[in-house]
């Protein structure tokens, strides 16, 4: 079993590991980014709410995202295990996740880190821009989402080093590469609940 979130700056390869290690464990995939796009194009209410600040690299307003995310791990049956990507951004959605896991017993086994320099980063965006046509991904709205990485999201990244949880892994390389670091980083915990 795994309960494990991605904290990562947009292109640092979340999406792209999050799927395989969702899929290696047999557990959801859950991207915010994907689920919120997913609203915007259905034209929801909350995609109508969302977009403008998607489109200009913001953060969605954090009771939005909350209500998405707990609709999705409660639902019906709520979920033992899964891969978090995207979520939280903020702090105060770290506390929101914090008091579903106390609630529930389901404390994240791990918060994974992955690092990447900025330059590299910004080619990958640019890529993945010309590949998919995201409309977040241009020059300048990219550099924004890196300036609201670093004020909103990075700070997460203390608040589990203290929680005990964190664990920094290098983001660079191959796919293969990363994967078999991220692999290596979870084989020491204890999974078992
Ligand atoms: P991503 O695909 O994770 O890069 O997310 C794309 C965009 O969706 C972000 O730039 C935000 O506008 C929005 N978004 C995704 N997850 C969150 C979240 N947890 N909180 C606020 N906004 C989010």
Redesign the pocket.
């Known amino acids: 079993m795994l309960r494990a979130l991605f904290l990562a700056p ?1 292109g640092a390869g ?2 792209t590991q999050g799927t395989r290690l969702a899929a290696a464990f047999e557990v959801p995939y859950i ?4 689920m ?2 997913q609203h915007v194009a259905d034209e929801t209410e909350l995609g109508i709410a ?1 977009r403008q ?2 489109e200009s ?4 307003p ?1 009771d939005l ?1 909350v209500k998405m995310v707990n609709d999705r791990i409660r639902g019906p049956k709520p979920l033992v295990g899964f891969v978090l ?6 702090i105060n ?1 770290a506390e929101a996740a914090y008091e579903w896991g106390r609630e529930h017993g389901r404390t994240f086994h791990a918060v994974l880190s992955l690092t990447v320099p900025d330059e590299e980063l910004i080619r990958r965006v640019i890529q993945r821009g010309r590949d998919s046509g995201r409309a ?1 991904d241009d020059l300048d709205t990219f550099r924004h ?1 890196l300036e ?1 990485y670093a004020a909103e999201t990075e700070p997460l990244i203390e608040y589990y080093r203290d929680r005990g949880i964190l664990q920094v892994v290098d983001g660079t390389g191959s796919v293969e590469d990363v994967a078999q670091r991220l692999a290596d980083s979870l084989a020491p915990l204890d999974l078992s609940s």
């Open positions: 947009p979340k999406g991207s915010t980014g994907e919120l796009r969302a600040y998607m690299g913001g953060l969605v954090d995202v990507d995207g979520f939280p951004r903020t959605q977040d989402r609201v």
